[in-house]
């Protein structure tokens, strides 16, 4: 009697699945920690940028002091929220990492039997781990980001008052 991936007399070997780590992380845990700090990132941008240019030039000339009394309140609670939602996408990320990383070849099954170059495009080396890495690039760089939007929002003024 054969197991998975083993071979009876002069029977080929069964194939397993070409990217072993995927039952191990949850696609959308992949594309959530891929896709949410970018798009905080965005929101807080826009928000922010909406919110003060508003505040600071309603009409055809700006103001000294912005004409909403809590913007300096409201930009930073946008971007605290920013952070909080990097932050849990680059956590996220990182767990994912983690749990992917060691997927490689020579744990998908016929790996082993065909030639690198071969073994490489026949197992889909990496899809999860790739995803995984990415989503930490990515996450971590909008983390940072968005934590040096707060610190504008704490050492500039609103509108440019002295």
Known sequence: MSGIGQTSRGAAP???H???SRASV???ALWIALGVAPVAWGVQ???NLSLSSHACFPRLVPLDVPMMSSLGTMLFAISVGAVLASAFATVLAVRNWRTSRDEHQQHSGAASASSPVEALAETGEGRTR????????AS??????CSIQIVTIIFITPCGAP
């Open 26 to 28: 949850h696609v959308a």
């Open 140 to 145: 971590s760089t909008f983390l940072l980001a």
């Open 45 to 47: 941008t826009i928000a």
């Open 130 to 137: 790739f995803m995984a890495f990415a989503g930490v690039l």
């Open 14 to 16: 069964r194939p397993t």
């Open 18 to 20: 070409p990217a072993p």
